[in-house]
């Protein structure tokens, strides 16, 4: 019983970390942060619809659920920020050059990431590309 409490907490918790609910204030630092930039996505999804979407650095992809009428891929590298086996990538790549053609997406979502990246004027400059 005690486990399966555990369990739900670590739930609520790692749901928290990007889609935080009010109450996270109590205990997730990045609250303010973390929950403005969830808003803006969140609003400015209900007015997108059948795109296709290339979120950089996905991790745990969380705000894939916010565009469910859309083509959505996440592409992130490995060993970075959060653990492999927790990401939701559809396609890893280098960190650098983005492994698709010019124009192929409508739309990028790229938040948390750029200070980790090593050639940030490369990568800004692929994500214009795409």
Known sequence: MLRKFFDRLSAVDARNNFQPA???????????????????????????????ILDVGCGEAPYRNLFPDCEYIGIDTTD????????????YFDGVHIPF?????????????LEHTEYPEQLVSEINRV
């Open 101 to 113: 053609q010019d124009g192929s997406f409508d739309l990028v979502l790229f938040t948390g990431v």
């Open 22 to 52: 009010w109450y996270a204030i109590l205990f997730k630092p990045q609250y303010i942060t973390r929950r403005s930039v969830f808003k803006s996505i969140k609003n400015f999804s209900s007015e997108i619809h059948q795109k296709r």
């Open 80 to 91: 970075a920020g959060h653990a492999d086996a927790l990401k939701r990538v559809d396609m």
